[in-house]
């Protein structure tokens, strides 16, 4: 059923297909890219995950451009564009003719509230999900696991601008503590 | 299409009798461009907030109610959020020349940004102190990832939604813990949802 072949296809056919199934945004998705990338088709190593995950959150744009990073390292520039279109591409396309759809019709229906009751807890169980497949890539040690922890808490308690809390891990990550 | 959306009998009504908030005239392709381009950039950990800041600050090109309404609609779809936002916002502004402006602009500056980071990881992924600096951004990162899904859950565990609730932990296990593909899960768990969420509703208005 999948291209085996020709990595560019692969890369494709596997987010071209998760474009459409990513029910919350690109950070809900990464349990399914985690499972092709790391599981199936070993593309990348569980660290590699990590490493690109992290490099994705310290580089400014939207969260899908991780898919941009799994695409480089499968094969090259060719592979970075190739995944971040297929990802992008056919979910932008329903947007532009849902848009035009619902700019048509009129505004009362009921179903967009029930549809997005629907959604939202599934949405979260997949972020839960997210956050433990990340977590179990990037912790290996117990000070990594307690690092993770403490910038959770940092982060839900206060204000703090996001780059601090990166930039703090990475000066702790550069003494050697994790 | 942008005049479409605004011209509905109430809104007219609305802004002949009060002088709504003024907004300016749809902008060109380029401008959509630049502006999409310059949102991204700047957004670090999600460009939402800027894309909010830019279209309804900055430029008033659309009222905050106009902003928010559009920005439901991307919402349930599937995929990137902010992509969806992107295509909407351009395709009200200009059609599909504005939807591919205002796309490529979120998309392809930081792309091309992102590309050199990972030729940079390619190259120089295993140096040592690169491995420490990366580990500990990790932890860093997945922190950030914990505080929002606990953020997004408080509004569950405050309202007592004892379904959503099993809903979200559901999927939780089977995508997180059972490690089953996300195409399986959402194919059984979007109808139940649904069918959850209707039969709600109509016990709310019976």
Excluded at chain 2, 37 to 62: D, N, P, T, Y
């Amino acid at each position: 059923m999948t291209p085996n072949g020709n990595p560019i296809w692969a890369l494709v056919w596997t987010f071209g297909l998760m474009s459409l199934f990513a029910v919350g945004g690109a950070n809900a998705a990464i349990p399914e890219m985690h499972r092709v990338a790391v599981d199936i088709r070993h593309w990348l190593t569980e660290r590699q995950f990590a490493d690109i995950y992290a490099i994705s959150q310290l580089s400014p744009g939207p969260n899908v451009l991780i898919v941009t990073l799994i695409g480089y390292s499968v094969a090259g520039v060719a592979g970075a564009l190739a995944a971040t279109l297929a990802m992008c591409v056919p979910t932008a396309a329903l947007a532009y003719y849902a848009s035009r759809l619902l700019t048509r019709s009129s505004g009362k229906s009921r179903w967009p509230a029930i549809i997005q009751a629907a959604l939202v807890p599934l949405s979260i169980g997949l972020m839960a999900a997210s956050a433990l497949i990340v977590t179990q890539a990037a912790d290996r040690t117990w000070a990594a696991l307690l690092v993770t922890l403490a910038a959770a808490v940092v982060a839900a308690k206060t204000r703090l601008n996001p780059l601090w809390i990166l930039l703090a891990g990475g000066i702790l990550g550069l003494t050697g503590l994790i | 299409m942008w005049l479409m959306s605004t011209d509905s009998p109430p809104a007219a009504a609305h802004a002949a009798e009060i002088p709504a908030p003024t907004t300016n005239p749809p902008p060109g392709v380029l401008a959509l461009f630049v502006a999409f381009a310059k949102m991204s950039l700047a957004g670090f950990g999600g460009v939402l907030a800027f894309a909010r800041r830019g279209i309804v600050e900055e430029h008033r090109w659309m009222t905050a109610d106009e902003f928010n309404e559009t920005f439901a609609l991307c919402h349930f779809l599937p995929g990137p959020n902010i992509v969806n936002l992107s295509v909407v916002f351009g395709s009200r502004f200009g059609g599909i020349a504005g939807a591919i402006a205002a796309f490529a602009g979120l998309v392809g500056p930081p792309m091309l940004l992102v590309t050199v980071l990972a030729a940079l990881y390619a190259r120089y992924g295993d140096v040592d102190a690169l491995r420490r600096i990366l580990a500990g951004v990790s932890c860093g990162a997945v922190g950030l990832l914990i505080s929002v899904v606990f953020k997004m859950m408080m509004p569950l565990i405050k309202r007592r939604d004892v379904i959503g609730l099993v809903v979200m932990v559901a999927v939780f296990i089977a995508i997180g813990l059972v490690r089953l593909p996300l195409q399986a899960v959402l194919l059984v768990a979007i109808p139940i949802s649904l069918a959850i969420a209707v039969v709600v509703r109509r016990r709310a208005t019976a």
